[in-house]
């Protein structure tokens, strides 16, 4: 039989203050039960290996594994066909709610109510305090003996007494004294016995301490049993789940597929570590194609507040944010490092929950617009925009009339061609921006690689033989990669970047290459899964700034402390409560003949 919690502390503190009383010789009674008065009843939650109908043990299971980490050892403990109690001395709504949970994986439970226990009590027999108060050995007056003979004859009727009052009994002073030192012994040897076990309580729950996981569960329990603090959505004593929707199929499926390479690669190098507070970092994937309502269902999902994730990273897009944004924002979850650069994400002041590390496109059209111009002195009115009809695109173009509106160059006199998302079809931008009357010597592309590959070379067919340059979003590889299979050199191709080069010494970008190559040794570098990584990096820096017992509150208060975090990729990293951009530096790369990329030097 267990007590409940509130009743527990009670009848313990009780107990301590009659040891204690008692040491002291001011108490004399028994310890006895005590009942808090209007206690709640308390639950039990049991399994006994019961499932629901058409449920397979090794469906539930897997279901126990995957949904609530539970380890083999625990799942063959569930399984064992004894009663295991999963938790105890709850409320029955808590234990309804943990009963629902078993039910999603297939496993039926059972809820029992508890029953109170006998509190300690001392052994039989009466220890009689009629002495003055004795905790040690010390001098005792005379007028302290005859005061105590006085009181024993009083309760021993017959023993006979000197009616003088300047002489007592011998017999009476020497029953008196035997009397003061048996108590006194008595008193010694519990204090001697409760030190004893003190010490050894101390020395167990030490050595506890000290053992890293024992020290995890003492402090959860205290946590989330004690204080009754609620677990947070993708949390479990072993794991925390990071969501991620991005491209993994469609015309940006390679963008999503090394933006979750980087991010893997950092995640299980922690992972090997040890993890992050005793936890493991898994990130949780799903497909959205690079379409908005694909990305808003995945949110079902990802924020499922039984098997959702804690928090979401590396989303690839400007749609598809767009669409999951303020489903996100209602639910209070964190958005970190979505690899776009559209003004949506970087409100003034910032959303609470949104934070980047990348510069915004605005950075990097800023940054091509002045090489263009400072550098190799085109005239700001012959530069032209290519860009995809979709909130990307505008974001990029944004970013280019503002640049050119700097060089005196209106938004009207802007020469501007799209095409539509997740297609190729760029036919009837060539034939505008091919145009002899047009003039055009410089073209800045807001465009995937697929379409940017595609415009390239029916340009180049059109006889255009002026510049090409596109942001970091296109996907600098899969760009040279899409270039040569069609047949088409890339060379002088210019593209912003918002990490360092893949291949550079730096020492980041060397621990990312040791990481990329001993966790996925078949992926090749690239600028997108390095920029994967260093999103990993300073996420899980938060994480480990937030402790044990974090919460999205928390985590957010972690990120804004960031400042001037060196990853040592040329720029420190720095986060503040006006500020949720982590850098605005802007890397500058251009194809050369053999489709390598070479360093372009921009301005920061």
Same mark, same amino acid.
């Given at each position: 039989?267990?007590?409940?919690?509130?009743?527990?502390?009670?009848?313990?503190? !009780?107990?301590?203050?009659?040891?204690?009383?008692?040491?002291? +010789?001011?108490?004399?009674?028994?310890?006895?039960?005590?009942?808090?008065?209007?206690?709640?009843?308390?639950?039990?939650?049991?399994?006994?290996?019961?499932?629901?109908?058409?449920?397979?043990?090794?469906?539930?299971?897997?279901?126990?594994?995957?949904?609530?980490?539970?380890?083999?050892?625990?799942?063959?403990?569930?399984?064992?066909?004894?009663?295991?109690?999963?938790?105890?001395?709850?409320?029955?709504?808590?234990?309804?709610?943990?009963?629902?949970?078993?039910?999603?994986?297939?496993?039926?439970?059972?809820?029992?109510?508890?029953?109170?226990?006998?509190?300690?009590?001392?052994?039989?027999?009466?220890?009689?305090?009629?002495?003055?108060?004795?905790?040690?050995?010390?001098?005792?007056?005379?007028?302290?003996?005859?005061?105590?003979?006085?009181?024993?004859?009083?309760?021993?009727?017959?023993?006979?007494?000197?009616?003088?009052?300047?002489?007592?009994?011998?017999?009476?002073?020497?029953?008196?004294?035997? !009397?003061?030192?048996?108590?006194?012994?008595?008193?010694? #040897?519990?204090?001697?016995?409760?030190?004893?076990?003190?010490?050894?309580?101390?020395?167990?729950?030490?050595?506890?301490?000290?053992?890293?996981?024992?020290?995890?569960?003492?402090?959860?329990?205290? *946590?989330?049993?004690?204080?009754?603090?609620?677990?947070?959505?993708?949390?479990?004593?072993?794991? $925390?789940?990071?969501?991620?929707?991005?491209? /993994?199929?469609?015309?940006?499926?390679?963008?999503? *597929?090394?933006?979750?390479?980087?991010?893997?690669?950092?995640?299980?190098?922690?992972?090997?570590?040890?993890?992050?507070?005793?936890?493991?970092?898994?990130?949780?994937?799903?497909?959205?194609?690079?379409?908005?309502?694909?990305?808003?269902?995945?949110?079902?999902?990802?924020?499922?507040?039984?098997? +959702?994730?804690?928090?979401?990273?590396?989303?690839?897009?400007?749609?598809?944010?767009?669409?999951?944004?303020?489903?996100?924002?209602? #639910?209070?979850? $964190?958005?970190?490092?979505? /690899?776009?650069?559209?003004? $949506?994400?970087?409100?003034?002041?910032?959303?609470?929950?949104?934070?980047?590390?990348?510069?915004?496109?605005?950075?990097?059209?800023?940054?091509?617009?002045?090489?263009?111009?400072?550098?190799?002195?085109?005239?700001?009115?012959?530069?032209?925009?290519?860009?995809?009809?979709?909130?990307?695109?505008?974001?990029?173009?944004?970013?280019?009339?503002?640049?050119?509106?700097?060089?005196?160059?209106? *938004?009207?006199?802007?020469?501007?061609?799209?095409?539509?998302? #997740?297609?190729?079809?760029?036919?009837?931008?060539?034939?505008?921006?091919?145009?002899?009357?047009?003039?055009?010597?410089?073209?800045?592309?807001?465009?995937?690689?697929?379409?940017?590959?595609?415009?390239?070379?029916?340009?180049?067919?059109?006889?255009?033989?002026?510049?090409?340059?596109?942001?970091?979003?296109?996907?600098?590889?899969?760009?040279?990669?899409?270039?040569?299979?069609?047949?088409?050199?890339?060379?002088?191709?210019?593209?912003?970047?918002?990490?360092?080069?893949?291949?550079?010494?730096?020492?980041?970008?060397?621990?990312?290459?040791?990481?990329?190559?001993?966790?996925?040794?078949?992926?090749?570098?690239?600028?997108? !899964?390095?920029?994967?990584?260093?999103?990993?990096?300073?996420?899980?820096?938060?994480?480990?700034?937030?402790?044990?017992?974090?919460?999205?509150?928390?985590?957010?208060?972690?990120?804004?402390?960031?400042?001037?975090?060196?990853?040592?990729?040329?720029?420190?990293?720095?986060?503040?409560?006006?500020?949720?951009? +982590?850098?605005?530096?802007?890397?500058?790369?251009?194809?050369?003949?053999?489709?390598?990329?070479?360093?372009?030097?921009?301005?920061?």
């Amino acid at each position: 039989m267990q007590l409940g919690r509130e009743q527990r502390y009670q009848d313990v503190n !009780s107990f301590w203050t009659d040891i204690t009383e008692y040491a002291r +010789g001011e108490k004399s009674k028994p310890i006895q039960k005590s009942t808090a008065a209007g206690e709640a009843t308390r639950y039990y939650f049991v399994y006994r290996g019961e499932l629901a109908q058409g449920v397979s043990q090794q469906q539930a299971s897997l279901n126990f594994h995957k949904n609530f980490g539970y380890s083999s050892k625990q799942i063959a403990k569930l399984f064992s066909g004894k009663p295991i109690v999963v938790r105890k001395n709850i409320s029955y709504e808590k234990a309804n709610a943990i009963a629902e949970k078993f039910k999603l994986q297939g496993a039926i439970g059972k809820i029992e109510e508890m029953q109170d226990a006998t509190r300690i009590v001392t052994r039989p027999g009466k220890i009689t305090s009629t002495l003055p108060s004795v905790s040690r050995l010390e001098a005792i007056s005379l007028a302290d003996i005859k005061a105590a003979a006085d009181k024993l004859e009083l309760e021993q009727p017959g023993f006979e007494r000197d009616e003088s009052p300047s002489k007592i009994n011998a017999q009476s002073i020497s029953n008196v004294s035997l !009397s003061i030192a048996n108590k006194t012994s008595t008193q010694s #040897n519990f204090a001697r016995n409760l030190v004893v076990t003190l010490a050894i309580v101390t020395i167990i729950s030490a050595s506890v301490w000290l053992y890293m996981p024992w020290r995890y569960q003492m402090l959860d329990f205290y *946590h989330y049993s004690i204080l009754e603090n609620p677990i947070p959505r993708g949390v479990t004593s072993e794991r $925390i789940d990071i969501g991620m929707s991005a491209a /993994f199929s469609g015309s940006a499926r390679e963008i999503g *597929h090394s933006m979750r390479t980087g991010i893997n690669a950092y995640f299980q190098y922690i992972n090997q570590q040890g993890g992050i507070h005793g936890r493991q970092i898994k990130l949780v994937e799903l497909d959205d194609g690079y379409e908005p309502q694909r990305a808003l269902a995945n949110m079902d999902s990802l924020l499922d507040p039984q098997l +959702g994730a804690f928090a979401l990273l590396g989303n690839v897009g400007t749609p598809t944010a767009k669409a999951i944004l303020p489903v996100l924002l209602d #639910n209070k979850t $964190i958005v970190f490092g979505t /690899f776009s650069g559209s003004s $949506i994400l970087r409100n003034n002041p910032p959303d609470r929950y949104v934070f980047n590390y990348r510069a915004s496109y605005a950075d990097e059209t800023s940054a091509l617009i002045d090489y263009y111009t400072n550098e190799l002195e085109i005239p700001a009115s012959r530069i032209a925009i290519f860009f995809q009809n979709d909130s990307y695109g505008l974001a990029g173009v944004h970013g280019v009339e503002t640049a050119l509106h700097k060089k005196g160059i209106s *938004h009207d006199s802007i020469v501007k061609a799209s095409y539509e998302r #997740n297609t190729a079809q760029v036919s009837d931008a060539v034939e505008l921006l091919s145009a002899p009357e047009q003039s055009i010597d410089a073209i800045v592309m807001v465009s995937t690689y697929a379409a940017s590959a595609e415009f390239i070379k029916q340009m180049q067919l059109k006889g255009y033989q002026g510049k090409f340059a596109n942001v970091s979003f296109v996907g600098s590889t899969a760009l040279v990669e899409r270039l040569q299979e069609i047949g088409v050199s890339g060379n002088d191709v210019l593209i912003s970047q918002v990490v360092p080069p893949f291949n550079s010494y730096a020492t980041g970008v060397l621990k990312y290459r040791e990481h990329l190559n001993a966790y996925f040794p078949g992926e090749k570098p690239n600028f997108i !899964s390095l920029e994967g990584y260093i999103v990993a990096q300073i996420f899980c820096e938060a994480l480990i700034r937030a402790g044990r017992h974090l919460d999205t509150e928390i985590v957010v208060e972690a990120l804004e402390s960031i400042k001037d975090f060196d990853l040592g990729i040329g720029s420190p990293v720095s986060f503040s409560l006006s500020n949720h951009q +982590g850098s605005h530096r802007v890397w500058g790369t251009k194809i050369d003949t053999e489709g390598n990329f070479e360093l372009v030097e921009l301005r920061e």
